[in-house]
């Protein structure tokens, strides 16, 4: 109840800026779910508005792992990620995520912000390059030797400082004749390597800010009878319509 006695529109708790989060959330998972990635590019403003930077890492990286899960779980069919850039672009990301922590605890809100925008304009950047490939090839031909451990150091600094992880990571796949379909399952494969790396990393650093304090309520049946399960309402439930509608689609429409 309001001031004035009106009824607050809102439940308790729950501000019109976590609301837009959840908006951005739900737009952000059917962006990655369609082309692999996006995310970030969508939700990380906002979710960083809303909450404070260490917790909006946290939950991020929780609901950035749950829309590539859901991602393959729709697929019907077989992923085919090139693992050589997989399993080392996410082995490198474990030093480079070391960085990002201390990054993270550094800079102050209104500087982490900026940097979020900074990457978001850095994806942006990188998905028009992206747009012009060159013919595709069954066995993509290999990067430059430094290009995997660069790409893992800059996405382990930026998935958790800012969460904007994947431009090195479709910087490293452009040009190289890969399939669009093999580049959005190497994109998601990667993204769920990323997620353990990133929560080790700031368990171990000691950075509990990045455990999300707000807590879900799903309701089963029936609706007096709620259920904790996960972090912040309005972002995870958007973020699972959202995901789950473009989820479903055909790949291959998708791409």
């Not at 260490?54 to 792992?65: D, R, T």
């Not at 910087?171 to 399939?179: A, K, S, T, W």
Request: hydrophobic share 50%; glycine share 8%; proline share 9%.
């Amino acid at each position: 109840m309001g001031a004035d006695g009106r009824r607050d529109p809102l439940p308790p708790g729950v501000t019109a800026a976590l609301v837009a989060a959840g908006l951005a959330v739900a737009a952000g998972a059917a962006l990655q779910s369609a082309v692999g990635f996006g995310f970030a590019l969508i939700a990380a403003p906002l979710v960083f508005a809303a909450t404070s930077p260490q917790e909006a890492v946290g939950l991020m990286l929780l609901l950035g792992a749950e829309v590539n899960l859901l991602t393959l779980a729709a697929e019907r069919r077989r992923p085919r990620p090139l693992w050589a850039d997989v399993v080392q672009v996410v082995a490198w990301s474990a030093p480079g995520a070391v960085v990002g922590v201390i990054v993270l605890r550094a800079l102050d809100a209104v500087a982490l912000q900026l940097l979020v925008t900074a990457g978001v304009v850095a994806t942006l950047v990188v998905t028009r390059r992206a747009a012009t490939v060159i013919a595709e090839r069954e066995d993509p031909h290999p990067p430059p030797r430094w290009g995997r451990p660069a790409a893992g150091l800059a996405s382990g600094a930026l998935n958790t400082s800012t969460t904007t992880g994947g431009p090195p990571v479709v910087l490293l796949l452009m040009n190289r004749g890969v399939p669009p379909s093999r580049v959005r399952d190497t994109l998601t494969a990667t993204f769920l390597g990323f997620f353990p790396v990133s929560v080790l990393v700031l368990a171990l650093t000691g950075t509990h800010g990045a455990v999300p304090t707000a807590r879900l309520t799903v309701f089963d049946q029936e609706p007096a009878q709620p259920i904790n399960l996960l972090p912040h309402p309005f972002p995870l439930c958007a973020f699972r319509a959202g995901a789950a509608d473009s989820a479903a689609r055909s790949y291959s429409r998708a791409c």
